[in-house]
């Protein structure tokens, strides 16, 4: 993994957390993506994002991205709405207890709540991906222009949802 990204003179495996950590706006997480053990994750990413050439890099990438508040407020809804939920399942459904690496390697990130019952087991709630989609619509109608596309995507699948009495349009 030590081979080089190219211009940016970056390793490949710092180049995908570079890409990684500005997509999820999650340092550990974008490192365990990107293929650190997940063990250490947070302390590889914690130097990793001490180093300067990382640090312009990722800089460079969500100044393209024009990243604001809005704009991680987005990548979260878009993460809730269209995220996997593998990873829940996969937890509801082990018998056996997880080891704190691959814990820390699930995605949980749809994951609204997780307690555990009397009698053993969990009970898991996933977030609204219906409300998460709503939301979206909303953060796209309010600029105008910049999503012409996903705002007709949107506009679809809600008249379409309204249409077989799912939900009422706004």
């Known amino acids: 993994m030590g081979q080089e990204s190219g211009a940016s003179g970056l390793s490949r495996q710092e180049e995908t957390f570079c890409l ?18 997940a063990a250490s994750a947070r302390e590889d ?4 994002l001490a180093r300067p050439p990382i640090r312009r890099r990722v800089g460079s990438l969500l100044k393209r991205r024009r990243v604001g508040s809005a704009q991680i407020a987005e990548d979260g809804l878009l993460r809730l709405a269209f995220g996997g939920v593998s990873d829940a399942v996969r937890l509801m459904l082990r018998e056996d207890q997880l080891s704190d690496e691959e814990l820390q390697r ?13 009698g053993g087991g969990f009970e898991l709630t996933l977030c609204d991906r219906q409300k998460a989609l709503e939301c979206l619509l909303r953060l796209w109608q309010e600029t105008p222009g910049e999503n012409d596309a996903a705002q007709q995507f949107f506009r679809a699948i809600q008249k379409g949802v309204a249409s077989e009495g799912g939900c009422p349009d706004e």
């Open 20 to 37: 990684l950590y500005a997509a999820l706006h999650d340092a550990r997480e974008a490192a365990a993506a990107a293929g650190y053990p």
């Open 45 to 48: 990413a914690l130097a990793l």
């Open 106 to 118: 699930l995605d949980l990130y749809c994951v609204s709540t997780l307690k555990r019952v009397k």
